[in-house]
């Protein structure tokens, strides 16, 4: 193992520095271009809001200087020996560095909340997540974890409080659950009716009985610890150091991943440049079916597959909530009609015969001409396409198709293309694809990067948009036992999303690669709101199985 002479903690703080830059750059964040990384005094790393740059707090390296370091900082974390501290210490500067260019990034942008530091801590922990967890294999991660209890006895012997760091968490469920209090169902299900219904986790908590009433009493002093956070912060760098360590502990333990895109939108306001999802609280018409059809038409006269499926869809929808409102032989037909709309509209491929021509025999004689089979000879050459549509987005993506510059519209475009070639999404509704569009953040990985790692408990979805990764299992004793490629188009880490099973493979960047995700909090409300995409997604976890199973079979893993 590398000594303590032969390493510059510095040097690795500044390589850290460099690489989260060029890293934070691709996603197009504004990071100052004078941003220093400088060495301090002292045991904190910090942002300064004054000259606006970060400072290390590690001192000049030789021999003395190196005794009294590992004196000072060994005992304060009750290291084991100084080769553990040694290896924290070269995990945990990474992770430093990354949270004060949070800090950095939210003063830039005029966000950074002076009177509420304990929610700036907070969220540049998000970023440092973002920035280093997938780094850390399990076996750093375990280490951390072993390393980071210690230190946190440690040190609540010298501040003379336990659980504050927990109990102040900015997300009590991970909290909860990295004290194995919830279950992940559990947590998923409070985050599914906190968003659907608009209430509070710790309402949830408190009236639901989920977790005892001692643990509800003691997050009652939430608020306390929070302003008590606010009024000394640095200013007792024991009590700051102890809330670092005990919210690291939960970042490691938790099951939630963070990403750089995802920072961008939530924490700097920086929304991906795309088109409004299509709103359902308007009246359809005859005229806007045959403009989407129309649309669709000229889509694929153009070149775009994927406009021209979008639109066609977009008929379908109009054709089926034109039909919904007109008035069948039969009341009961028009309650199966509205019962059973999803279906009709998500049960489209191209090239197959399109199931809404099944309802010729309910349509009245004035409304047959709008079906797949006819509507070709009903609509005009000559009709105003741009007039008849009626949503924003409809309209701003036909006139891109036509060659109107429109970098959203492109952006949107790019999306949907993507999760047109996905197993998962591609038969969903046009709605519906935009509606995951809009909960989609993107990852970008360099050759050889890991996006999930065998063994551990998260259960986010991915699609794979660009380049190629490959992904590698093995058993106890650590021999390969599987192995194989992920190529565009490939939906990975829906079998943890529904089993709620840790990862059964480590998957790797092969090239550089561009993925969307949708994180499984996000993925469990938009399944409550259009359960089809449960459907889908157990039928694409059946065919990875018998894949599975015919492999296995023919002896090949």
């Given at each position: 193992?590398?000594?303590?002479?032969?390493?510059?903690?510095?040097?690795?703080?500044?390589?850290?520095?460099?690489?989260?830059?060029?890293?934070?750059?691709?996603?197009?964040?504004?990071?100052?271009?004078?941003?220093?990384?400088?060495?301090?005094?002292?045991?904190?790393?910090?942002?300064?809001?004054?000259?606006?740059?970060?400072?290390?707090?590690?001192?000049?390296?030789?021999?003395?200087?190196?005794?009294?370091?590992?004196?000072?900082?060994?005992?304060?974390?009750?290291?084991?020996?100084?080769?553990?501290?040694?290896?924290?210490?070269?995990?945990?500067?990474?992770?430093?560095?990354?949270?004060?260019?949070?800090?950095?990034?939210?003063?830039?942008?005029?966000?950074?909340?002076?009177?509420n530091?304990?929610?700036?801590?907070?969220?540049?922990?998000?970023?440092?997540v973002?920035?280093?967890?997938?780094?850390?294999?399990?076996?750093?991660?375990?280490?951390?974890?072993?390393?980071?209890?210690?230190?946190?006895?440690?040190?609540?012997?010298k501040?003379?409080?336990?659980?504050?760091?927990?109990?102040?968490?900015?997300?009590?469920?991970?909290?909860?659950?990295?004290?194995?209090?919830?279950?992940?169902?559990?947590?998923?299900?409070?985050?599914?009716?906190?968003?659907?219904?608009?209430?509070?986790?710790?309402?949830?908590l408190?009236?639901?009985?989920?977790?005892?009433?001692?643990?509800?009493?003691?997050?009652?002093?939430?608020?306390?610890?929070?302003?008590?956070?606010?009024?000394?912060?640095?200013?007792?760098?024991?009590?700051?150091?102890?809330?670092?360590?005990?919210?690291?502990?939960?970042?490691?333990?938790?099951?939630?991943?963070?990403?750089?895109?995802?920072?961008?939108?939530?924490?700097?306001?920086?929304?991906?440049?795309?088109?409004?999802?299509?709103?359902?609280d308007y009246?359809?018409?005859?005229?806007q079916?045959?403009?989407?059809?129309?649309?669709?038409?000229?889509?694929?006269?153009?070149?775009?597959?994927?406009?021209?499926?979008?639109?066609?869809k977009?008929?379908?929808?109009?054709?089926?909530?034109?039909?919904?409102?007109?008035?069948?032989?039969?009341?009961?037909?028009?309650?199966?009609?509205?019962?059973?709309?999803?279906?009709?509209?998500?049960?489209w491929?191209?090239?197959?015969?399109?199931?809404?021509?099944?309802?010729?025999?309910?349509?009245?004689?004035r409304?047959?001409?709008?079906?797949?089979?006819?509507?070709?000879?009903?609509?005009?050459?000559?009709?105003?396409?741009?007039?008849?549509?009626?949503?924003?987005?409809?309209?701003?993506?036909?006139?891109?198709?036509?060659?109107?510059?429109?970098p959203?519209?492109?952006?949107?475009?790019?999306?949907?293309?993507?999760?047109?070639?996905?197993?998962?999404?591609?038969?969903?509704?046009?709605?519906?694809?935009?509606?995951?569009?809009?909960?989609?953040?993107?990852?970008?990985?360099?050759?050889d990067?890991?996006?999930?790692?065998?063994?551990?408990?998260?259960?986010?979805?991915y699609?794979t948009a660009?380049?190629?990764?490959?992904?590698?299992?093995?058993?106890?004793?650590?021999?390969?036992?599987?192995k194989?490629?992920?190529?565009?188009?490939?939906?990975?880490?829906?079998?943890?999303f529904?089993?709620?099973?840790?990862?059964?493979?480590t998957?790797?960047a092969?090239?550089?690669?561009?993925?969307?995700?949708?994180?499984?909090?996000?993925?469990?409300?938009?399944?409550?709101?259009?359960?089809?995409?449960?459907?889908?997604?157990?039928?694409?976890?059946?065919?990875?199985?018998?894949?599975?199973?015919?492999?296995?079979?023919?002896?090949?893993?």
């Amino acid at each position: 193992m590398t000594s303590w002479l032969e390493t510059d903690l510095f040097g690795l703080g500044q390589a850290a520095f460099d690489d989260f830059k060029a890293e934070l750059l691709t996603y197009g964040l504004d990071i100052d271009p004078e941003l220093e990384l400088r060495r301090a005094n002292g045991l904190l790393c910090y942002y300064s809001v004054t000259d606006h740059h970060i400072y290390l707090s590690i001192p000049e390296w030789d021999d003395t200087s190196i005794a009294i370091f590992q004196m000072v900082v060994g005992s304060l974390f009750d290291a084991e020996d100084e080769a553990a501290l040694l290896r924290f210490l070269k995990l945990f500067i990474p992770r430093v560095i990354a949270h004060e260019i949070g800090h950095h990034l939210r003063h830039r942008q005029g966000l950074f909340d002076k009177a509420n530091l304990w929610q700036e801590e907070q969220i540049a922990n998000e970023l440092a997540v973002a920035l280093t967890k997938r780094r850390w294999s399990p076996e750093d991660r375990a280490f951390c974890t072993r390393f980071i209890r210690r230190a946190i006895d440690s040190l609540a012997t010298k501040v003379g409080q336990k659980m504050i760091a927990n109990d102040s968490y900015s997300d009590v469920l991970e909290a909860l659950y990295s004290e194995g209090r919830l279950g992940t169902r559990t947590v998923m299900t409070i985050r599914a009716v906190g968003e659907l219904f608009d209430v509070e986790p710790l309402d949830i908590l408190a009236k639901a009985g989920v977790v005892p009433a001692d643990v509800v009493a003691r997050l009652g002093g939430r608020d306390d610890l929070i302003t008590d956070f606010n009024a000394t912060y640095t200013n007792d760098q024991l009590t700051y150091m102890y809330y670092q360590m005990g919210w690291l502990q939960v970042d490691l333990t938790s099951r939630e991943s963070g990403y750089i895109d995802e920072f961008a939108r939530v924490r700097l306001n920086v929304d991906p440049e795309l088109l409004p999802p299509v709103p359902r609280d308007y009246k359809t018409s005859t005229g806007q079916v045959m403009a989407c059809y129309r649309a669709h038409q000229r889509a694929l006269a153009a070149g775009s597959e994927v406009g021209s499926n979008y639109f066609y869809k977009r008929y379908r929808t109009e054709l089926l909530e034109r039909l919904q409102t007109a008035k069948l032989g039969v009341p009961v037909q028009v309650a199966a009609l509205k019962r059973n709309g999803d279906f009709l509209l998500e049960s489209w491929d191209a090239g197959e015969t399109d199931r809404l021509e099944m309802l010729a025999p309910l349509v009245p004689a004035r409304l047959r001409s709008l079906l797949p089979s006819r509507i070709d000879q009903t609509v005009q050459p000559d009709l105003n396409v741009r007039a008849l549509l009626t949503t924003e987005t409809d309209r701003r993506l036909f006139e891109h198709l036509c060659g109107r510059d429109d970098p959203a519209a492109a952006n949107t475009l790019e999306r949907l293309a993507f999760l047109d070639r996905s197993e998962l999404f591609k038969s969903l509704s046009a709605e519906v694809l935009m509606d995951v569009a809009h909960s989609m953040f993107d990852i970008r990985l360099r050759t050889d990067e890991v996006i999930i790692w065998q063994g551990e408990h998260q259960n986010d979805v991915y699609v794979t948009a660009a380049g190629a990764l490959r992904y590698e299992a093995r058993n106890a004793r650590g021999a390969l036992v599987k192995k194989g490629d992920i190529v565009v188009g490939q939906v990975f880490g829906e079998m943890s999303f529904l089993a709620d099973q840790a990862r059964n493979a480590t998957i790797v960047a092969s090239e550089p690669t561009r993925l969307l995700v949708v994180k499984g909090a996000d993925l469990s409300v938009l399944i409550y709101e259009h359960p089809s995409i449960m459907k889908r997604l157990a039928t694409v976890m059946v065919r990875r199985l018998a894949a599975t199973m015919a492999d296995g079979a023919g002896g090949a893993g």
